[in-house]
């Protein structure tokens, strides 16, 4: 129903930033909240970001906090994750997730989400 590819992961030194891109083919991309979960090696899954359908609902984990921004653009079928001043502790695999919502709600629970991406990886030096 929906394909989520993510984009834009690389190796940036600490301090730098990157924009992610989610990709979604399939209909009613407007109809879907969407997050980003990130998962380092050897640690679970946490949750990043997350965006209402409009895009006027939006939540942070408190770790990125002032550095990252959700945005969307459903025009195009695209969720974003700029970060900025990144750390090392954000290298991850970052994942975008989308789940049918007509709320007007966001999701933190990764369980919630029904559609996942195959991650990208985000290696930020010290």
């Known amino acids: 129903q929906v394909q989520l590819v993510e984009s834009g992961g690389g190796l940036v030194q600490a301090g730098g930033s990157l924009r992610l891109s989610c990709a979604a083919s399939?209909?009613?991309?407007?109809?879907?909240?969407m997050g980003w979960f990130r998962q380092a090696p050897g640690k679970e899954r946490e949750f990043v970001a997350a965006i209402s359908w409009s895009g006027d609902n939006t939540y942070y984990a408190n770790s990125v906090k002032g550095r990252f921004t959700i945005s969307r653009d459903n025009a195009k079928n695209t969720v974003y994750l700029q970060m900025n001043s990144l750390k090392p502790e954000d290298t991850a695999v970052y994942y975008c997730a989308a789940v049918r919502d007509y709320s007007g709600s966001y999701y933190i629970r990764s369980a919630v989400y029904n559609y996942w991406g195959q991650g990208t990886q985000v290696t930020v030096s010290s």
């Open positions: 399939g209909r009613t991309f407007s109809s879907y909240a």
